[in-house]
């Protein structure tokens, strides 16, 4: 076993290091105020070479492996958890396509975000099927050669930008026993035409008949810079090519492609536990009462030295559990749901204990502390609410 990063693993980290201080950190504050989607930052994340992480080779993608991968993210976090969800939303979407299609689907579907800065939707979560996801009732029904897809889904990032949309859904009726995959394509929204940033309901016209409609996007409490809209599909024609995989197996991809998603969620909670580490790190270093630096006042210290072990225990957490997914080791799920708590925790130990020691100026917005806080309670909820991942863990470990 060996600690070190390699020279690759080294320069990716270095690189990303640099991106976040010069294209993130100046600008996150007043963008985050503006809540205004950053693509201009999505697109040169794509011509660096950090985004659509897990494309195959085969169709000319990265192909990084998943411990390199989580460290990407977990730099990329550091700067701002809205943009790297958004980021990692794309290899969420791609994964199953990547792990499950066949090469010609892998051409169709996945080539396209090698050659251009697109994004993709995963849309699984539906208004009466979140942590219970076999509760969806979206599905595909057989119509002549190939099918018609019908359902309503919600908190789905990157919808209103998305060029693509990786859909879950029963097959033959709402409450089918089968579940599905399918690729919905749709016109490219390339970053160069989407200088705009969508505040409305859109509607998008698909090629082969039907349509869906991207709900006006979410308002949240924290990750502004990634966006969150409800789709519906409505009698959307789907291709047999469409189907990934087996259309009975649907919900096995699922959990393949969250035993390698959960690592990078884990990845955005130490990124983002680090960040309120240091911000706070600076502030009571500056910042004098009772005659000393707050930082030295033993309880305030007893606080950091808390905080700086949450950030190593959920790293060490987030590095077995990559490690783990890379290595296709039996028991990654539950090292994967341990690391997604471990980070969620130390996520949200740390911003709340950090905007504790800012004191009042901990509460005021112009503070990075506050917008940290505000960031880090979905990292407890999405990818599988906290008591899920323990469901999993208990389930594994009895
Ligand atoms: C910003 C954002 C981005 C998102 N992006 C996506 C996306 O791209 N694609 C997508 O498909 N989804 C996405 N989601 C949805 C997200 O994954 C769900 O919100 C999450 O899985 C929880 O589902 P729910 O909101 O329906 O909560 P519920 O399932 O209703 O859970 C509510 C609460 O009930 C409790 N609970 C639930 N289940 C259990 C249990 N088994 N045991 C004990 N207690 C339980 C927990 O306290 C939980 O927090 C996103 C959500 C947000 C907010």
Request: glycine share 8%; charged share 25%; net charge negative.
């Amino acid at each position: 076993m060996d600690f070190n990063l390699t020279d690759n693993q080294q320069s990716y980290v270095d690189t990303v290091r640099r991106f976040v201080r010069s294209e993130i950190t100046p600008h996150v504050m007043s963008w985050d105020r503006e809540h205004s989607f950053p693509w201009g930052v999505i697109r040169k994340a794509w011509d660096l070479g950090i985004l659509n992480l897990s494309i195959p080779a085969s169709v000319k993608g990265f192909e990084i492996d998943v411990v390199s991968t989580a460290l990407i993210i977990k730099e990329l976090s550091y700067g701002d958890t809205g943009i790297s969800t958004s980021a990692m939303c794309n290899d969420l979407a791609n994964a199953v396509i990547a792990q499950h299609g066949t090469d010609a689907q892998k051409e169709a579907f996945l080539r396209p975000f090698v050659e251009g800065p697109l994004l993709a939707s995963f849309c699984l979560t539906e208004p009466g099927a979140g942590s219970d996801n076999s509760a969806m009732t979206s599905f595909i029904r057989k119509s002549g050669d190939g099918y018609i897809l019908n359902g309503q889904k919600c908190f789905i990032t990157n919808a209103s930008y998305a060029s693509q949309f990786t859909v879950f859904c029963k097959v033959g009726k709402p409450t089918g026993n089968f579940m599905a995959c399918v690729i919905v394509p749709v016109t490219s929204v390339a970053s160069d035409d989407a200088g705009q940033t969508y505040s409305r309901s859109k509607e998008i016209a698909t090629p082969e008949g039907g349509k869906i409609v991207v709900g006006k996007p979410e308002d949240k409490l924290g990750q502004r810079l990634s966006n969150t809209a409800a789709v519906t599909f409505e009698d959307v024609v789907v291709d047999g090519s469409q189907v990934i995989g087996d259309r009975r197996l649907g919900f096995k991809y699922i959990v393949d492609v969250l035993d390698y998603a959960r690592p990078m969620v884990a990845a955005i909670g130490v990124g983002l536990a680090r960040r309120a580490l240091d911000v706070t790190m600076e502030y009571t270093k500056e910042r004098k009462q009772f005659g000393q630096r707050i930082c030295d006042l033993p309880v305030a210290r007893e606080s950091l030295v808390k905080m700086w072990k949450r950030v190593e225990f959920a790293d060490l957490a987030l590095m077995k559990a990559a490690f783990k997914v890379q290595e296709k080791s039996p028991d990654r799920g539950l090292y994967a749901s341990l690391a997604k708590n471990a980070a969620a925790e130390a996520a949200l130990f740390c911003a709340n204990e950090g905007l504790h020691l800012h004191g009042g100026y901990g509460f005021m917005s112009e503070y990075e502390i506050s917008k940290l806080a505000r960031d880090a309670h979905i990292i407890d909820i999405y990818e599988g609410v906290r008591e899920v991942q323990d469901m999993i863990i208990g389930r594994e470990i009895v």
